[in-house]
């Protein structure tokens, strides 16, 4: 298995099913040779917009992927220090730091629907794959 954290513009596209990425993003989630590790700083960036206008499909898709995930990154003031060490290192905003740290602290490859001209893709390890560079099925 490849353990893959997921930023959250993967799942607003899988969700949404109508973005330009909607068919590679569904491609990642639906791959056996994936298991999925995440944050809660995942949760904060794709439920409370789906909860607050009652868009109870997307939420529940998002519900679904959360309890698939097999690994959870817990908040913790080393993993903050961290992100704020890329951060301050590689030029990141501040989730996508977020991002970064708990996928490094999973020991996971972060795949993002981001251009692979933003930041995150300065830091290694982990691994920043952007969907955007590969056709589906071969993001890995």
Known sequence: MKPTYLDADILIAAAKGTEVFSAPALEVLDDPERSFACSDYVKLEVLPNAAYFERTGIVAFYEEFFESV?????????????ALDLACQHGLGAMDALHVAAAEAAGAELLTA???????????????????????????
């Not at 097999?70 to 903050?80: A, Y």
């Not at 290694?124 to 794959?129: A, D, T």
């Open 70 to 82: 097999e690994r959870w990154v817990p908040s913790s003031p080393e993993l903050s220090a961290r």
């Open 114 to 140: 981001e251009s692979p001209t933003k930041p995150m893709f300065r830091v290694g390890p982990p691994r920043v794959v952007s969907i955007r560079t590969a056709e589906p099925g071969e993001t890995s």
